[in-house]
Protein backbone atom coordinates (compact mmCIF):
# COMPACT_ATOMS: atom_id res chain seq x y z
CA UNK A 1 0.00 0.00 0.00
CA UNK A 2 0.69 3.76 -0.15
CA UNK A 3 0.04 6.26 1.71
CA UNK A 4 -0.86 10.00 0.12
CA UNK A 5 -1.03 13.32 2.65
CA UNK A 6 -3.99 15.22 1.81
CA UNK A 7 -3.03 18.64 0.31
CA UNK A 8 -5.30 21.89 -0.66
CA UNK A 9 -7.20 22.19 -3.59
CA UNK A 10 -5.69 25.03 -6.11
CA UNK A 11 -6.89 25.12 -9.48
CA UNK A 12 -10.50 24.82 -11.08
CA UNK A 13 -10.94 21.93 -14.01
CA UNK A 14 -13.24 22.05 -17.03
CA UNK A 15 -14.75 19.17 -18.14
CA UNK A 16 -15.67 18.08 -21.93
CA UNK A 17 -18.82 15.55 -22.40
CA UNK A 18 -19.35 13.40 -19.30
CA UNK A 19 -19.75 9.58 -21.27
CA UNK A 20 -22.28 7.63 -19.03
CA UNK A 21 -20.93 3.90 -19.60
CA UNK A 22 -23.10 0.85 -19.29
CA UNK A 23 -22.00 -0.27 -15.55
CA UNK A 24 -23.32 3.16 -14.12
CA UNK A 25 -26.57 2.98 -16.89
CA UNK A 26 -27.57 -0.03 -15.25
CA UNK A 27 -26.79 0.88 -11.54
CA UNK A 28 -27.38 4.79 -11.70
CA UNK A 29 -30.03 5.56 -14.79
CA UNK A 30 -29.05 6.69 -18.18
CA UNK A 31 -28.08 10.05 -19.60
CA UNK A 32 -25.25 11.79 -20.63
CA UNK A 33 -24.35 15.45 -19.29
CA UNK A 34 -22.66 18.16 -20.69
CA UNK A 35 -20.20 19.66 -18.81
CA UNK A 36 -21.01 23.43 -19.75
CA UNK A 37 -24.46 22.77 -18.51
CA UNK A 38 -25.61 26.03 -16.32
CA UNK A 39 -25.99 26.07 -12.60
CA UNK A 40 -29.61 24.36 -11.40
CA UNK A 41 -31.60 26.18 -8.81
CA UNK A 42 -32.78 23.30 -6.51
CA UNK A 43 -36.24 23.31 -5.71
CA UNK A 44 -38.63 21.50 -3.34
CA UNK A 45 -41.82 20.36 -4.26
CA UNK A 46 -44.72 18.84 -2.31
CA UNK A 47 -46.01 15.83 -3.80
CA UNK A 48 -49.51 14.39 -2.44
CA UNK A 49 -49.84 10.66 -2.77
CA UNK A 50 -53.11 9.18 -3.80
CA UNK A 51 -52.65 5.81 -2.07
CA UNK A 52 -54.86 5.05 0.85
CA UNK A 53 -54.52 2.68 2.96
CA UNK A 54 -55.77 1.08 6.58
CA UNK A 55 -53.82 1.94 9.99
CA UNK A 56 -51.29 -1.27 10.77
CA UNK A 57 -52.25 -4.00 12.64
CA UNK A 58 -50.64 -3.97 16.21
CA UNK A 59 -47.91 -6.45 16.84
CA UNK A 60 -48.91 -9.29 19.47
CA UNK A 61 -44.93 -9.35 21.19
CA UNK A 62 -44.13 -6.92 23.40
CA UNK A 63 -40.68 -5.20 23.77
CA UNK A 64 -41.62 -4.19 27.49
CA UNK A 65 -44.79 -3.99 30.02
CA UNK A 66 -45.78 -0.16 29.86
CA UNK A 67 -47.70 -0.40 32.90
CA UNK A 68 -44.31 -1.18 35.08
CA UNK A 69 -42.45 1.96 33.58
CA UNK A 70 -41.61 4.83 35.97
CA UNK A 71 -41.47 7.30 33.66
CA UNK A 72 -44.82 9.51 32.27
CA UNK A 73 -45.37 8.74 28.90
CA UNK A 74 -47.38 12.04 28.75
CA UNK A 75 -44.19 13.63 29.42
CA UNK A 76 -41.76 12.89 26.25
CA UNK A 77 -41.34 15.60 23.51
CA UNK A 78 -40.20 13.79 20.19
CA UNK A 79 -43.59 11.34 20.78
CA UNK A 80 -45.24 11.87 17.16
CA UNK A 81 -48.78 13.88 17.45
CA UNK A 82 -50.26 13.33 14.11
CA UNK A 83 -53.65 11.66 15.07
CA UNK A 84 -52.91 8.58 12.51
CA UNK A 85 -50.12 7.43 14.55
CA UNK A 86 -50.23 4.20 16.10
CA UNK A 87 -47.96 2.71 18.91
CA UNK A 88 -46.82 -0.79 18.24
CA UNK A 89 -45.74 -3.49 20.74
CA UNK A 90 -42.72 -3.99 18.49
CA UNK A 91 -41.02 -3.29 15.38
CA UNK A 92 -42.22 -3.45 11.80
CA UNK A 93 -40.18 -3.79 9.10
CA UNK A 94 -41.15 -3.36 5.62
CA UNK A 95 -39.23 -4.83 1.84
CA UNK A 96 -39.63 -1.56 -0.46
CA UNK A 97 -40.07 -3.05 -3.89
CA UNK A 98 -39.48 -0.37 -7.13
CA UNK A 99 -40.78 -1.34 -10.33
CA UNK A 100 -38.11 -1.99 -12.74
CA UNK A 101 -40.31 0.10 -15.76
CA UNK A 102 -43.29 1.62 -13.76
CA UNK A 103 -43.85 4.39 -11.49
CA UNK A 104 -44.62 2.35 -8.47
CA UNK A 105 -43.27 1.11 -5.30
CA UNK A 106 -44.52 -1.28 -3.27
CA UNK A 107 -44.34 -1.64 0.68
CA UNK A 108 -44.35 -5.35 1.55
CA UNK A 109 -45.24 -6.05 5.71
CA UNK A 110 -43.26 -8.49 6.23
CA UNK A 111 -45.10 -10.18 9.09
CA UNK A 112 -48.11 -10.66 7.61
CA UNK A 113 -47.38 -9.95 3.68
CA UNK A 114 -49.49 -7.38 3.37
CA UNK A 115 -48.91 -4.43 0.76
CA UNK A 116 -49.59 -0.99 0.12
CA UNK A 117 -48.64 0.31 -3.24
CA UNK A 118 -47.29 4.09 -4.32
CA UNK A 119 -47.88 5.82 -7.26
CA UNK A 120 -44.57 7.74 -8.31
CA UNK A 121 -44.04 10.19 -11.20
CA UNK A 122 -41.80 7.59 -12.40
CA UNK A 123 -39.80 4.54 -12.14
CA UNK A 124 -37.41 4.99 -9.84
CA UNK A 125 -33.32 4.27 -10.38
CA UNK A 126 -31.42 1.12 -9.23
CA UNK A 127 -29.64 4.53 -6.97
CA UNK A 128 -32.60 4.61 -4.68
CA UNK A 129 -32.10 4.03 -1.29
CA UNK A 130 -33.10 3.65 2.44
CA UNK A 131 -32.45 6.75 4.59
CA UNK A 132 -29.87 5.66 8.15
CA UNK A 133 -32.63 5.55 10.52
CA UNK A 134 -34.95 3.21 8.17
CA UNK A 135 -37.34 5.09 7.55
CA UNK A 136 -37.26 7.16 4.67
CA UNK A 137 -36.82 5.60 1.29
CA UNK A 138 -34.84 8.45 -1.27
CA UNK A 139 -35.87 7.49 -4.77
CA UNK A 140 -34.05 8.95 -8.06
CA UNK A 141 -35.68 9.61 -11.16
CA UNK A 142 -34.64 11.85 -14.45
CA UNK A 143 -34.86 14.90 -12.90
CA UNK A 144 -35.52 14.64 -9.54
CA UNK A 145 -35.27 12.86 -6.19
CA UNK A 146 -39.04 11.27 -4.21
CA UNK A 147 -38.80 11.06 -0.27
CA UNK A 148 -41.47 8.95 0.77
CA UNK A 149 -42.10 8.18 4.20
CA UNK A 150 -42.45 4.68 4.63
CA UNK A 151 -44.61 5.06 8.01
CA UNK A 152 -42.30 2.85 10.17
CA UNK A 153 -40.25 3.76 12.58
CA UNK A 154 -38.74 4.02 16.21
CA UNK A 155 -38.13 6.11 19.23
CA UNK A 156 -35.44 5.67 22.36
CA UNK A 157 -37.03 6.09 25.43
CA UNK A 158 -34.76 5.35 28.56
CA UNK A 159 -33.50 1.72 28.21
CA UNK A 160 -36.04 0.67 25.44
CA UNK A 161 -37.60 2.13 21.97
CA UNK A 162 -41.15 2.60 21.40
CA UNK A 163 -42.31 1.93 18.12
CA UNK A 164 -44.82 3.57 15.80
CA UNK A 165 -46.53 2.91 13.13
CA UNK A 166 -48.74 5.11 10.00
CA UNK A 167 -49.86 5.89 6.56
CA UNK A 168 -46.94 5.93 4.41
CA UNK A 169 -46.81 9.34 2.33
CA UNK A 170 -44.55 11.38 0.14
CA UNK A 171 -43.37 14.41 1.52
CA UNK A 172 -42.15 15.95 -1.56
CA UNK A 173 -39.14 16.05 -3.93
CA UNK A 174 -35.93 17.84 -4.33
CA UNK A 175 -35.01 18.62 -8.67
CA UNK A 176 -31.96 18.11 -9.94
CA UNK A 177 -30.74 16.09 -13.11
CA UNK A 178 -29.31 13.08 -13.16
CA UNK A 179 -29.57 12.12 -9.53
CA UNK A 180 -27.30 9.06 -8.76
CA UNK A 181 -25.80 8.46 -5.41
CA UNK A 182 -28.14 9.02 -2.50
CA UNK A 183 -26.30 8.36 0.50
CA UNK A 184 -27.73 9.22 4.33
CA UNK A 185 -25.09 9.26 7.00
CA UNK A 186 -25.02 10.69 10.34
CA UNK A 187 -28.53 12.02 10.47
CA UNK A 188 -27.79 14.44 6.70
CA UNK A 189 -28.92 12.67 3.32
CA UNK A 190 -26.97 14.08 0.38
CA UNK A 191 -28.06 13.61 -3.04
CA UNK A 192 -25.82 13.66 -5.68
CA UNK A 193 -26.64 14.98 -9.17
CA UNK A 194 -24.56 13.86 -11.86
CA UNK A 195 -26.09 16.89 -14.01
CA UNK A 196 -24.89 19.66 -11.77
CA UNK A 197 -21.50 17.92 -9.84
CA UNK A 198 -22.84 18.69 -6.58
CA UNK A 199 -25.30 17.46 -3.64
CA UNK A 200 -28.43 18.54 -2.42
CA UNK A 201 -28.35 18.25 1.35
CA UNK A 202 -31.35 17.83 3.41
CA UNK A 203 -32.18 16.48 7.35
CA UNK A 204 -33.58 13.59 8.80
CA UNK A 205 -35.06 15.80 11.69
CA UNK A 206 -37.16 17.90 9.45
CA UNK A 207 -38.39 15.04 7.39
CA UNK A 208 -39.66 13.30 10.82
CA UNK A 209 -41.43 16.72 10.89
CA UNK A 210 -42.58 15.87 7.86
CA UNK A 211 -40.93 18.73 5.52
CA UNK A 212 -38.48 18.40 2.46
CA UNK A 213 -35.73 21.14 3.43
CA UNK A 214 -32.46 21.35 1.33
CA UNK A 215 -30.18 22.68 4.34
CA UNK A 216 -27.04 23.25 1.83
CA UNK A 217 -25.28 22.20 -1.48
CA UNK A 218 -21.94 21.08 -1.81
CA UNK A 219 -20.11 21.82 -5.35
CA UNK A 220 -17.58 20.44 -7.07
CA UNK A 221 -16.10 22.17 -10.24
CA UNK A 222 -18.32 20.66 -12.52
CA UNK A 223 -20.55 17.84 -13.80
CA UNK A 224 -19.43 14.60 -13.47
CA UNK A 225 -20.70 11.15 -12.20
CA UNK A 226 -19.62 10.90 -8.98
CA UNK A 227 -20.63 11.29 -4.85
CA UNK A 228 -20.87 12.89 -1.94
CA UNK A 229 -20.40 11.41 1.34
CA UNK A 230 -21.26 12.57 4.95
CA UNK A 231 -18.68 12.39 7.40
CA UNK A 232 -18.85 14.46 10.53
CA UNK A 233 -19.30 18.41 9.46
CA UNK A 234 -17.32 17.72 6.29
CA UNK A 235 -17.92 15.52 2.95
CA UNK A 236 -15.90 12.71 0.72
CA UNK A 237 -16.08 13.46 -2.55
CA UNK A 238 -15.51 13.34 -6.19
CA UNK A 239 -13.31 15.81 -7.69
CA UNK A 240 -13.64 16.14 -11.48
CA UNK A 241 -10.28 17.02 -13.20
CA UNK A 242 -9.28 18.06 -16.63
CA UNK A 243 -8.06 14.46 -17.40
CA UNK A 244 -10.78 12.42 -16.79
CA UNK A 245 -12.68 10.54 -18.96
CA UNK A 246 -15.57 8.47 -17.63
CA UNK A 247 -14.92 8.61 -14.40
CA UNK A 248 -13.08 10.77 -12.29
CA UNK A 249 -9.46 10.16 -11.05
CA UNK A 250 -9.39 12.13 -7.76
CA UNK A 251 -11.45 11.65 -4.19
CA UNK A 252 -11.29 14.48 -1.47
CA UNK A 253 -12.45 15.78 1.69
CA UNK A 254 -14.79 19.18 1.26
CA UNK A 255 -16.62 21.42 3.42
CA UNK A 256 -20.55 22.13 2.87
CA UNK A 257 -19.48 25.20 0.34
CA UNK A 258 -17.48 22.83 -2.08
CA UNK A 259 -13.83 24.15 -0.28
CA UNK A 260 -11.11 21.27 -0.30
CA UNK A 261 -9.09 20.10 2.60
CA UNK A 262 -7.61 17.37 1.27
CA UNK A 263 -7.64 15.25 -2.52
CA UNK A 264 -6.05 11.86 -3.11
CA UNK A 265 -5.87 9.75 -6.06
CA UNK A 266 -8.18 7.21 -7.42
CA UNK A 267 -8.20 6.46 -10.93
CA UNK A 268 -11.53 5.74 -12.32
CA UNK A 269 -13.25 6.19 -8.98
CA UNK A 270 -16.99 4.34 -8.62
CA UNK A 271 -18.12 2.93 -5.28
CA UNK A 272 -18.19 4.38 -1.96
CA UNK A 273 -18.60 3.22 1.85
CA UNK A 274 -18.23 4.88 5.40
CA UNK A 275 -16.28 2.44 7.38
CA UNK A 276 -15.56 2.87 11.68
CA UNK A 277 -12.73 4.79 11.18
CA UNK A 278 -12.84 6.93 7.98
CA UNK A 279 -13.95 6.45 4.26
CA UNK A 280 -13.08 4.88 1.41
CA UNK A 281 -13.59 4.05 -2.50
CA UNK A 282 -13.07 1.97 -5.27
CA UNK A 283 -10.84 3.01 -8.09
CA UNK A 284 -9.08 1.20 -10.93
CA UNK A 285 -6.17 -0.64 -9.72
CA UNK A 286 -7.14 -1.11 -5.83
CA UNK A 287 -9.03 0.97 -2.81
CA UNK A 288 -8.31 3.79 -1.15
CA UNK A 289 -9.14 4.71 2.57
CA UNK A 290 -9.15 8.12 3.87
CA UNK A 291 -8.84 8.94 7.88
CA UNK A 292 -8.56 11.65 10.20
CA UNK A 293 -6.14 12.87 12.68
CA UNK A 294 -5.75 15.80 14.49
CA UNK A 295 -7.28 17.78 11.87
CA UNK A 296 -5.01 15.76 9.10
CA UNK A 297 -6.68 13.79 6.32
CA UNK A 298 -4.36 10.69 4.52
CA UNK A 299 -5.21 8.52 2.15
CA UNK A 300 -3.91 4.79 2.12
CA UNK A 301 -4.33 2.94 -1.10
CA UNK A 302 -4.60 -0.89 -1.02
CA UNK A 303 -3.86 -2.21 -4.66
CA UNK A 304 -6.18 -5.29 -5.56
CA UNK A 305 -4.57 -9.00 -5.36
CA UNK A 306 -3.44 -9.94 -8.61
CA UNK A 307 -5.94 -12.58 -10.51
CA UNK A 308 -6.91 -13.75 -13.25
CA UNK A 309 -9.92 -12.51 -14.08
CA UNK A 310 -10.86 -9.48 -16.00
CA UNK A 311 -14.06 -6.52 -15.66
CA UNK A 312 -17.43 -8.34 -16.45
CA UNK A 313 -18.14 -5.06 -18.27
CA UNK A 314 -15.54 -4.90 -20.88
CA UNK A 315 -13.27 -1.94 -18.89
CA UNK A 316 -9.82 -3.58 -18.03
CA UNK A 317 -8.96 -5.37 -15.37
CA UNK A 318 -10.10 -6.92 -12.60
CA UNK A 319 -11.68 -4.44 -10.50
CA UNK A 320 -14.40 -3.28 -7.68
CA UNK A 321 -17.07 -1.26 -8.45
CA UNK A 322 -19.63 -0.93 -5.20
CA UNK A 323 -18.64 -1.40 -2.04
CA UNK A 324 -20.61 -3.20 0.47
CA UNK A 325 -19.96 -2.54 4.42
CA UNK A 326 -20.92 -5.22 7.50
CA UNK A 327 -22.90 -4.17 10.26
CA UNK A 328 -19.91 -3.45 12.41
CA UNK A 329 -18.66 -1.05 9.38
CA UNK A 330 -15.37 -3.10 9.79
CA UNK A 331 -14.74 -5.26 6.60
CA UNK A 332 -15.77 -4.36 2.90
CA UNK A 333 -17.14 -6.98 0.79
CA UNK A 334 -17.41 -6.69 -3.47
CA UNK A 335 -17.24 -8.48 -6.25
CA UNK A 336 -14.10 -8.36 -7.88
CA UNK A 337 -13.86 -8.59 -11.84
CA UNK A 338 -15.97 -11.44 -12.90
CA UNK A 339 -15.62 -14.59 -10.05
CA UNK A 340 -13.83 -13.20 -7.39
CA UNK A 341 -14.89 -11.92 -3.93
CA UNK A 342 -13.09 -9.01 -2.43
CA UNK A 343 -12.83 -9.10 1.03
CA UNK A 344 -11.27 -5.80 3.13
CA UNK A 345 -10.20 -4.77 6.20
CA UNK A 346 -9.30 -1.04 5.79
CA UNK A 347 -7.69 -0.42 9.59
CA UNK A 348 -5.41 -3.87 9.10
CA UNK A 349 -4.60 -2.28 5.34
CA UNK A 350 -5.43 -5.97 4.40
CA UNK A 351 -6.89 -7.40 1.09
CA UNK A 352 -7.72 -10.64 -0.31
CA UNK A 353 -9.80 -12.25 -3.61
CA UNK A 354 -11.24 -15.19 -3.42
CA UNK A 355 -12.44 -17.17 -6.63
CA UNK A 356 -16.10 -18.11 -6.74
CA UNK A 357 -15.83 -20.12 -9.64
CA UNK A 358 -18.78 -18.83 -11.18
CA UNK A 359 -19.49 -15.11 -12.11
CA UNK A 360 -20.81 -12.90 -9.57
CA UNK A 361 -24.09 -11.02 -9.89
CA UNK A 362 -23.08 -7.07 -10.09
CA UNK A 363 -25.53 -6.65 -7.24
CA UNK A 364 -24.70 -9.95 -5.37
CA UNK A 365 -22.96 -9.40 -2.60
CA UNK A 366 -23.73 -8.68 0.84
CA UNK A 367 -23.51 -9.30 4.45
CA UNK A 368 -25.28 -11.56 6.74
CA UNK A 369 -26.06 -9.91 10.39
CA UNK A 370 -23.85 -12.89 11.72
CA UNK A 371 -20.94 -11.56 9.41
CA UNK A 372 -20.91 -14.09 6.67
CA UNK A 373 -21.00 -12.59 3.56
CA UNK A 374 -23.87 -13.72 1.16
CA UNK A 375 -22.63 -13.94 -2.91
CA UNK A 376 -25.01 -14.68 -5.64
CA UNK A 377 -23.21 -16.82 -8.48
CA UNK A 378 -25.16 -16.48 -12.01
CA UNK A 379 -25.95 -20.33 -11.45
CA UNK A 380 -28.51 -19.03 -9.16
CA UNK A 381 -26.79 -20.07 -5.97
CA UNK A 382 -26.32 -18.44 -3.11
CA UNK A 383 -23.58 -18.79 -1.03
CA UNK A 384 -22.77 -18.12 2.52
CA UNK A 385 -19.10 -17.48 2.98
CA UNK A 386 -16.94 -16.85 5.35
CA UNK A 387 -15.02 -13.69 4.99
CA UNK A 388 -11.58 -14.78 6.60
CA UNK A 389 -10.86 -17.50 4.38
CA UNK A 390 -12.81 -17.08 1.42
CA UNK A 391 -14.39 -20.70 2.20
CA UNK A 392 -18.11 -21.61 1.72
CA UNK A 393 -19.75 -22.75 4.45
CA UNK A 394 -23.30 -23.00 2.72
CA UNK A 395 -24.92 -23.03 -0.35
CA UNK A 396 -28.67 -22.65 -1.85
CA UNK A 397 -30.37 -23.06 -5.28
CA UNK A 398 -32.65 -19.81 -5.19
CA UNK A 399 -33.19 -19.50 -8.86
CA UNK A 400 -32.67 -20.82 -12.18
CA UNK A 401 -29.14 -19.95 -13.76
CA UNK A 402 -29.07 -16.29 -15.32
CA UNK A 403 -27.04 -13.96 -17.47
CA UNK A 404 -26.53 -10.26 -16.96
CA UNK A 405 -25.43 -7.38 -18.85
CA UNK A 406 -28.24 -6.42 -20.77
CA UNK A 407 -29.26 -2.78 -19.17
CA UNK A 408 -33.07 -3.38 -20.58
CA UNK A 409 -32.99 -6.33 -17.92
CA UNK A 410 -33.66 -5.62 -14.22
CA UNK A 411 -30.54 -6.71 -11.57
CA UNK A 412 -31.01 -9.27 -9.28
CA UNK A 413 -30.75 -7.45 -5.36
CA UNK A 414 -29.77 -8.34 -2.11
CA UNK A 415 -31.17 -7.05 1.26
CA UNK A 416 -30.52 -8.26 4.74
CA UNK A 417 -32.93 -7.63 8.03
CA UNK A 418 -32.08 -9.97 11.15
CA UNK A 419 -31.11 -13.45 10.20
CA UNK A 420 -33.42 -12.84 7.32
CA UNK A 421 -32.40 -12.48 3.50
CA UNK A 422 -34.53 -11.26 0.84
CA UNK A 423 -33.56 -11.39 -3.05
CA UNK A 424 -35.48 -10.26 -6.31
CA UNK A 425 -36.40 -12.67 -8.82
CA UNK A 426 -37.25 -10.21 -11.83
CA UNK A 427 -37.82 -12.98 -14.03
CA UNK A 428 -40.44 -14.18 -12.11
CA UNK A 429 -41.92 -11.02 -10.43
CA UNK A 430 -41.19 -11.92 -7.31
CA UNK A 431 -38.97 -11.34 -3.82
CA UNK A 432 -37.62 -14.65 -2.17
CA UNK A 433 -36.98 -14.90 1.71
CA UNK A 434 -34.16 -16.45 3.04
CA UNK A 435 -33.05 -17.40 6.41
CA UNK A 436 -29.42 -18.06 7.61
CA UNK A 437 -29.08 -19.81 10.75
CA UNK A 438 -25.57 -20.66 11.99
CA UNK A 439 -23.91 -22.23 8.70
CA UNK A 440 -27.37 -23.34 7.37
CA UNK A 441 -29.50 -21.23 4.64
CA UNK A 442 -32.99 -22.19 3.87
CA UNK A 443 -36.01 -20.83 1.86
CA UNK A 444 -38.68 -19.33 3.91
CA UNK A 445 -41.21 -17.72 1.42
CA UNK A 446 -42.27 -15.71 -1.59
CA UNK A 447 -43.90 -12.52 -2.06
CA UNK A 448 -45.45 -11.92 -5.80
CA UNK A 449 -45.85 -8.49 -7.09
CA UNK A 450 -47.45 -6.86 -10.21
CA UNK A 451 -44.42 -5.79 -11.62
CA UNK A 452 -40.94 -6.58 -12.56
CA UNK A 453 -39.21 -5.76 -9.51
CA UNK A 454 -35.71 -3.43 -10.06
CA UNK A 455 -34.59 -2.04 -6.92
CA UNK A 456 -34.99 -3.95 -2.95
CA UNK A 457 -34.52 -2.31 0.22
CA UNK A 458 -35.89 -2.22 3.60
CA UNK A 459 -37.36 -0.19 5.93
CA UNK A 460 -36.94 -0.98 9.94
CA UNK A 461 -39.46 0.63 12.42
Known amino acids: MR ?275 GVAAGCTDGVIYVTEADGTWTGTYLPYPEVVDEDPFGFGPARAWLLNVDSDADLIAAPHGGQHLLIVDPAAESMESFDMGTRIATLGVAFAEDGHVLVLTIDGVLHLVEPDDGSVVSSLEVMAPFEEGDPAQAFKQLAVTGDHIYLTDPDNGQIIEMEVGGDTLTMERTFAVDFTPGFLTIANG
Open 3 to 277: HQTGTRFRSPFILGLLLIFALVLAACGEGTTDAETEETTTTTTVVQTTTTTSAPEEEEDHDHDHEDDEHDHEEESDKPSDDEVMELDGPRSLLVVGAFDLPVVDLIDIADGSVISIDLESPAALSSSITESGRFLLAGHGESVTILDTGVWSEPHGDHFHHYAKDPTILGSVEGPMPTHLISHGGVSALYFDGTGSAQLIDEEALESGEVTVIAEVPTSAPHHGFALPTHDEFFVTVPTADMEQLPNVVGISDADGELAAEFDCPATHGEASVAD
